[in-house]
């Protein structure tokens, strides 16, 4: 199977144009991205896809083996890049595709010229000095959850990380987001993503990167992005007013601004 129809890759904007790669967050999809991708169709060619398990991704594509660490989703985005033969790409992740953008761009520096992180996390659990904003109690309970009943954990914490309780309806459309992704994957990529531990990969980078830090963030908070700036080679960190984990649905024209500025 080609990885443009494993992955749902839809491709738009200037075809001449500076590739620009956004990749979603957990329990997410590509639509995530409706309010900020048009704003670059003019300038850059447009690449959105879905990770395998969510959206309109091949479902029978997904491997345990290959998805047990973040690496397996590095690969795909390194297949996607081979594929349209992309080059000089601008990687804008959220969430947990900050950190895979950033083992992507790690092993193939030449092909990526930026990275745009999206309230990143190198590691969720604390661990001694380290501030990653849960215990290794929380993170168990809260997997458990998800194993018991993925669709009441999904309709109890998607509002929560999504934050703006003044507007319920960015909560219901992440808790709807949550509910259409795969629960069987949904629940395997959760373990993935809040047991890793990336903050070694942060010291070798080479890319030009930067940091969005939404205010009042409970998956990512100001401490883990002050972490990774200072641990991320050639970063800039920008504090948004935006609150809570999800600035693309929540404050779109604050992110825009703050993608276009930099780049």
């Not at 309970?141 to 999904?154: P, R, T």
């Not at 994957?185 to 030009?208: E, M």
């Not at 809570?244 to 276009?260: F, M, Q, R, V, Y």
Request: hydrophobic residues 40%; contains cysteine.
């Amino acid at each position: 199977m080609r990885t443009a129809e494993r992955n749902a890759v839809s491709v738009t904007g200037r075809p001449d144009g500076q590739p620009m790669l956004f990749a979603h967050g957990y329990g997410c999809d590509q639509n995530m991205w409706r309010f900020v991708a048009p704003a670059f169709l003019e300038t850059h060619r447009v690449v959105l896809f879905d990770h395998v398990g969510a959206g309109r991704s091949d479902l029978g594509a997904y491997d345990e083996q290959r998805y047990s660490t973040l690496d397996g989703y590095a690969d795909d985005i390194l297949e996607i890049v081979h594929e349209l033969d992309l080059r000089d790409v601008v990687f804008v992740g959220h969430s947990v595709s900050a950190m895979i953008g950033v083992l992507a761009a790690n092993r193939e520096p030449d092909r990526f010229a930026k990275l745009v992180l999206v309230g990143p996390s190198p590691r969720y659990l604390n661990d001694g000095d380290y501030v990653g904003g849960f215990d290794a109690s929380d993170i168990e309970a809260m997997l458990e959850s998800l194993d018991s009943n993925y669709l009441g954990w999904s309709s109890a914490m998607a509002p929560v990380i999504m934050g703006n309780p003044e507007r319920p309806e960015l909560g219901a459309e992440l808790t709807n987001s949550f509910c259409a992704t795969d629960p069987e994957i949904a629940k395997k990529f959760a373990r993935v993503t809040f047991l890793s531990d990336n903050r070694v990969d942060l010291g070798g980078s080479r890319t030009p990167a930067l940091i969005l830090q939404c205010a009042d963030d409970i998956i990512a908070p100001a401490v883990v992005g002050d972490y990774v700036h200072h641990n991320l080679p050639g970063s800039t960190l920008v504090a948004m007013n935006a609150t809570g984990h999800c600035p693309n649905l929540s404050a779109p024209a604050e992110t825009i601004a703050a993608i276009k500025a930099f780049l």
